[in-house]
Each structure stands twice: as C-alpha cells, then as structure tokens.
C-alpha cells in the first residue's frame, strides 16, 4: 500500500501549508512511535547460598605450613596475580598487557563495535543533502509540423538548479530502536570479551610461570637423582667385580638411571615450553624473551579466598556477561523482525531553485519544494516475515540455553577448583610427611654409615629415596599454586574492581536505545 502527498509552487520551501503539516507530521510520528517485541530482563541469577555441598570444606586447608581459607568477605582485586608476592609475575604480567596481539586484536574489536553504534544511532535523525547541477542543453518546444519543415526548439542555453533534501523515517514500532538495541548489546559483548580475554592472558602468564619454575625445580632434583645413581652403579660394579655382589643389581640401577635420564630430558621439554609461551604471550619471539631466575620457593601461596555466592558468580564472570549480552541482542533481533511486519512511513521533502543564469541562481532563479509522505508495508509475502519472526524466537530460545550452559560450566569450575585446593593441601601433606621421613632416614643412614654399621650403598640409596621424595613435594607444591590461579580465573579475575588495562563493560539491560517510549 503506498500513499503520497506531492504539492510544488513557485514560493520559498517552509512558507507554505505543505511544509508545515509535513513538519508537525514528523515531529508528532516520532512521539507516538511505540517499540514492539519483548523488552529485554536480565535472566535470574543461579540461586544457593553456596557452590558446594555442607561439609565439603570445613575449615582451613592446611599443609607444609600454609593455610588457604574461604571467606565471604575477601575480596578479589583486579590485579589478583600480586597476592602471589612475585616481583618475576607482576613483570610478566605487565609485559602481556602491553604487547599481547590478543589484547589489541580484542580492543580493536570493541571499537568496531562502539563506532557502529554511534553509526546506527544516525537513523534517529532526519537524513539531509544537497545537490548542485549544472548543465548546457537545447529543448523541443512543441510537436513536429508539417512534412517538410524542420522541428521547432529552443537553441542551447544554460540551466543551473540548486536543491537540499530531508527524509526522515519515523520509528513507528520502534524497529529502528531494536536495532540500535542490538548494536549495543554487541558493544557489551564485545566489552565482555575483552575482559574474558584479558582474564585469560593473565591467568595464563602466572599459571605458566608456576609451571615453569615447578619444571625446573623438578629437573634439578632428577639431574641430582642421576648423579647418585652413577656413584651407586659405580659401587655396585665395584661389588659385583669382587663377587660380593650379583649383576642383576648394576641391571637394575643402569635402567633405573635410563628412566631418570629420560625424565629430566622431557623436564627440560617442558622448561622450554613454558618459556617459549611466556615469550608468546609476551608478545615476543622465543629468541627475544628472557626468562626470569625465579625459583618455586620465592611464589607465596594466597592465604585467604574469596567463596563468592553463585548469584555474584553470575554478575561478575566474562564469559557469562558476554553470554547475557548475546542474550539480549537476540531477544532486541525479535523486535526487529516483529516491527517488519508492520507498514513503514517516510517522509521527505526538497526545495531548491533554477535558473538559465548561473550567477543569479539563488536570487532571480525559479523556486520550487515539494513534500512527500510515503507509507508502504507488505500485503503478502509467501510468510517469509512471519516465520523471520519465528526463527528470531528460536535463535532467542537458543541464546537462553547457550546462557544457562554457561553458568552452569562456570559453577562447575569454580567448585572444582574450591575441592582441588582441598585435595591438594591433602596430598600436600602426605607428600611433607614422605619428605620428613625420608630426610630422617638419611640423616640415620649417614650415622649408620660413619659408625661402620651401614653399607655406602644403603647411604646411596637413602639419598635417593631423599631425592624422589622431593620430586613428589615439588610436584604438590606447584599444583596447589596452579589450583589458586584456577580459583582466582574461575571466579572472573575481579576486574570489575578496578585498576584494570581493560575498560569496563556495561551492564547488560542498560544500553541506550535512542529515544525512549
């Protein structure tokens, strides 16, 4: 269905009837529109008051002389690597922020999508332009006479119009708004992400640090493993050469120090590794990076932490905001398809002047303006809007689940991690307990040996043991640091505290749709 006001005379644009009912008519449109489809809730946060089942983690966790507890009233920085009191960490971490391509690559994204934000809000406003012509034509003035005599026309002469244009459509249900609201919803989730992204690069720097300095102090301890097995296959050959001892035992101790051999080479794998992620996350080539001589020992262990309810889970995670704003771009694209299937109105309107004179064009020339009004909409469309409409629902249904799949991960991961610390502190103490005795038992051994009641291998031997025993606690001691930056991830990294390189996302419900109801 279309509709059209079309009215021309040889007067000033405005000065007539027509511009101005044209005028009142674009300025009350804007007034009465009205926005159609659901208007975006966030969704209920999980309930609970806690992630984990009464009992699970009764007290504090205790081992090796370090306590970890939960508390509700700790708090989590944005800068949470610094509980860890590692001047190497902090460095690093510094260095990823300032170099990361991911970081960059997350920000430029962001302001992709503030710019076509600010772009789409452009629609709210009247469209105008203005065009200049110039041109040197001849005109047929009437038809062609008789047989034989020539057409009468008016010989070449100059035409010069100038002329400005406004259009303007009015947002009658809100269609235009929706789609605004979607273009900042984008904006929250890109903002989201790039707070998952900086969230990740820093739990990924500390993580690999820890790991590092684990790696290294467990290569040590196997290097010094393989140094005792060649002074006891030293003695054992020695005793086997003198009949005291059998061939099998030197077997045995070559294949054991096979084993080891192979180990601290996969450690020393694993060293360089971790120092060649460092230098990627960095930002550098592995060539350029310097790894820092931190060691195990100089990492503190965070003593308390934050036991966050699930409902604050829900509102402080970027990947589940980044989930609510995806959330509520798809419920504003409803709104869009909704609105298209209603009829559109357009109204416009131009005014100009003419003249054969190119310099008196603006004073003498011929004033001309029209105003249009246009309303159009689809009588049938083989229900291709209708079912837009439809896939819109389901694409929202989709978006719903996608949320609380998210949520729900992220409550796992948290209590995982809540129970891996209780586990590690466990095992932490069973692993100090094997230290102690086999530290013990090579004190006694020694004291044996220098008394002459204990063999040099048996003192070999109680090193050894000595020495795996340090292995295992090693191991425990760089998995319960893993398992708090875990914690510390899991719990969204508190960059919504503030002193972050990251701007802060918006909360998601609240962007601005252009001109209210």
């Not at 370090?66 to 902090?90: M, V």
């Not at 045995?252 to 096979?258: K, P």
């Not at 009588?379 to 389901?394: E, M, N, P, V």
Request: aromatic share 6%; glycine share 8%; hydrophobic share 40%.
């Amino acid at each position: 269905m279309n509709r059209s006001d079309f009215r021309s005379a040889p007067r000033r644009f405005g000065r007539g009837r027509g511009a101005r009912v044209a005028l009142a008519s674009l300025v009350c449109t804007g007034f009465v529109a009205c926005a159609v489809g659901p208007d975006f809730h966030r969704p209920d946060p999980p309930a609970g008051e806690s992630l984990l089942k009464p009992g699970q983690i009764d007290g504090a966790l205790e081992a090796d002389g370090h306590a970890q507890h939960f508390s509700r009233q700790a708090d989590l920085p944005a800068e949470w690597w610094k509980r860890f009191g590692s001047n190497d960490i902090n460095t690093l971490v510094e260095q990823a922020l300032q170099n990361s391509p991911e970081i960059l690559s997350a920000q430029a994204t962001l302001r992709q999508s503030e710019n076509s934000l600010r772009a789409g809000y452009g629609i709210f406003f009247p469209q105008i332009g203005a065009s200049v012509d110039v041109a040197r034509q001849a005109s047929l003035t009437n038809l062609p006479p008789p047989v034989g005599h020539g057409l009468a026309a008016v010989g070449p002469y100059n035409l010069g119009t100038f002329g400005a244009n406004v259009r303007y459509v009015p947002d009658l249900f809100g269609g235009q708004r929706r789609t605004v609201e979607v273009l900042g919803a984008q904006v929250d989730l890109q903002s989201y992400k790039l707070s998952a992204t900086y969230l990740s690069l820093t739990s990924n720097i500390v993580n690999t640090e820890i790991a590092r300095t684990g790696y290294l102090a467990q290569r040590d301890a196997t290097r010094a493993i393989v140094h005792m097995l060649d002074d006891q296959i030293r003695v054992a050959q020695t005793q086997y050469e003198a009949g005291t001892g059998t061939y099998s035992a030197v077997l045995v101790l070559r294949t054991q120090q096979s084993v080891d051999e192979a180990a601290l080479a996969a450690l020393q794998q694993h060293v360089e590794e971790t120092e060649h992620l460092l230098a990627q996350l960095c930002g550098q080539t592995p060539m350029q990076f310097d790894a820092p001589g931190e060691i195990l020992e100089q990492i503190t262990l965070p003593g308390e932490l934050p036991d966050n309810l699930p409902s604050s889970l829900a509102r402080h995670r970027p990947d589940i905001l980044a989930a609510e704003a995806a959330v509520h771009a798809a419920s504003a694209q409803i709104g869009v398809a909704t609105a298209d299937l209603f009829p559109s109105l357009t109204l416009g309107g131009t005014a100009g002047a003419g003249n054969s004179v190119i310099s008196q064009m603006l004073r003498t020339g011929t004033k001309f303006w029209s105003a249009q009004a246009d309303l159009a909409g689809s009588l049938f469309s083989g229900g291709s809007q209708w079912y837009t409409r439809k896939a819109a629902i389901d694409a929202y249904d989709a978006s719903l689940a996608q949320y609380e799949s998210t949520v729900l991960v992220a409550l796992e991961q948290v209590a995982d991690t809540m129970r891996a610390l209780d586990h590690d502190a466990q095992a932490l103490r069973a692993e100090v307990e094997a230290l102690a005795s086999a530290e013990e038992n090579v004190k006694l051994t020694h004291a044996n040996y220098e008394a002459g009641t204990a063999a040099y291998l048996d003192m070999l031997t109680a090193d050894l043991q000595y020495q795996q025993a340090r292995l295992g606690y090693l191991a425990a001691v760089a998995q319960r640091l893993q398992d708090t930056v875990a914690l510390y991830a899991a719990l969204g990294g508190g960059w919504w505290n503030g002193g972050q390189v990251v701007p802060q996302a918006r909360v998601a419900g609240s962007t601005a749709t252009g001109p209210k109801d």
